[in-house]
């Protein structure tokens, strides 16, 4: 009797520790999207600033040959 109490309870740990394991799997996926997607919209920030920063420049170009003339 005992020595299915033990195997039994043995059993019950054993499926705890998959249970943790796959939300702790499951959990670094989602920051690992989390991160990336992070990236991805700082990189487009990046290109709208830059972008934003040609096209002033273009204008202060343009703006000085007007002067000139």
Same mark, same amino acid.
């Given at each position: 009797? @005992?020595?299915?109490i033990v195997v039994i309870l043995v059993i019950l740990l054993a499926g705890c520790g998959v249970?943790?394991?796959?939300t702790a799997a499951t959990s670094a996926a989602i920051k690992q999207q989390e991160v990336d997607?992070? @990236? @991805?919209?700082m990189e487009q920030a990046k290109l709208k600033a830059e972008q934003a920063a040609q096209q002033i420049q273009q204008r202060a170009e343009q703006t000085g040959a007007a002067a000139d003339k």
């Open positions: 009797m @005992k020595q299915l249970d943790t394991a796959t997607q992070g @990236k @991805k919209t």
